[in-house]
């Protein structure tokens, strides 16, 4: 990759952060990342070639990272919490007018992005059958079940209501995620 090539993918990046996906144009990137349109050409079919590009390596990016939290050597108790940590940092980058645009942007892209959900779904069920063979998970669970609640609440990560009810995505996947290995009674280590 060549340092202006790098310099638009991080540029493009940072706007579809602050504005989504649609409100961008390649002359708004090529402004501020003071690179000419002919260089934007040069390395890009259209923006349309850019935007895939830069989703699918933050997806493959989080998925490895994601790999490697739930395949490590910590108790599970830490890789929840790590889980967790992941989980922000991967909304980090996506923020909501990025994720409201994904999904009416471009059809291969909302197919890319489920592959890597059900990807990631793989990982969760080994992730808690190891749990469950440890004693950290119960042994009743059912995973058909588990996983299809996992699944609705991945996709809900797209609705428009989250607003309403979360001040961030951070908010929600903290709410999530507390759910999801605490279920709706009080925790035992709440005092």
């Given at each position: ?10 540029t ?9 996906l ?45 790999k490697?939290v ?23 980058q996506q ?17 890319f ?12 069920k080994d ?20 996983l ?36 709706l ?7």
């Amino acid at each position: 990759m060549t340092p202006k090539q790098k310099k638009l993918i991080e540029t493009a990046l940072k706007l579809f952060q602050e504005k989504g996906l649609k409100s961008v144009t390649v002359e708004e990137i090529c402004r501020t990342a003071d690179v000419s349109k002919m260089t934007f050409y040069k390395h890009f079919r259209n923006k349309k070639d850019l935007v895939l590009q830069i989703i699918k390596k933050l997806y493959d990016d989080a998925i490895d990272e994601g790999k490697s939290v739930l395949r490590s050597s910590k108790p599970h108790r830490q890789r929840v919490a790590d889980l967790l940590e992941w989980k922000i940092k991967m909304l980090d980058q996506q923020t909501p007018p990025m994720l409201l645009d994904i999904k009416d942007y471009d059809p291969s892209l909302e197919k890319f992005i489920k592959q890597k959900s059900s990807e990631s779904l793989l990982l969760f069920k080994d992730f808690i059958r190891d749990g469950q063979e440890e004693g950290v998970f119960r042994k009743n669970l059912n995973m058909g079940f588990l996983l299809h609640i996992f699944q609705i609440l991945s996709n809900s990560f797209f609705s428009e209501n989250l607003e309403q009810y979360f001040e961030s995505y951070e908010d929600y996947i903290r709410e999530y995620l507390d759910f999801l290995f605490y279920g709706l009674t009080e925790r035992e280590d709440k005092a």
